[in-house]
């Protein structure tokens, strides 16, 4: 495994707000995290659950219809 760069930022604004930002990158979960924000967000992600919930309908009716 390669080592992963971490980035800690920490920032006062006054006494009462503090703010922290943490950045992780990984060579490997940046591609997942990338196609998962595009299909699972959004009207992309909308659109996919319909058609993914449309086709597994069918499956099942198929299978059903087949050992019925």
């Known amino acids: 495994m390669e080592p992963q760069e971490s980035a800690v930022q920490y920032s006062q604004w006054n006494n009462s707000q503090d703010e922290v930002s943490m950045n992780v990158s990984t060579p490997e979960s940046s591609g997942c995290e990338w196609v998962c924000n595009k299909l699972c967000t959004r009207n992309l992600g909308i659109a996919m659950k319909v058609v ?17």
């Open 52 to 68: 993914g919930g449309i086709i597994l309908f069918w499956v099942i009716f198929i299978i059903g219809y087949i050992t019925g």
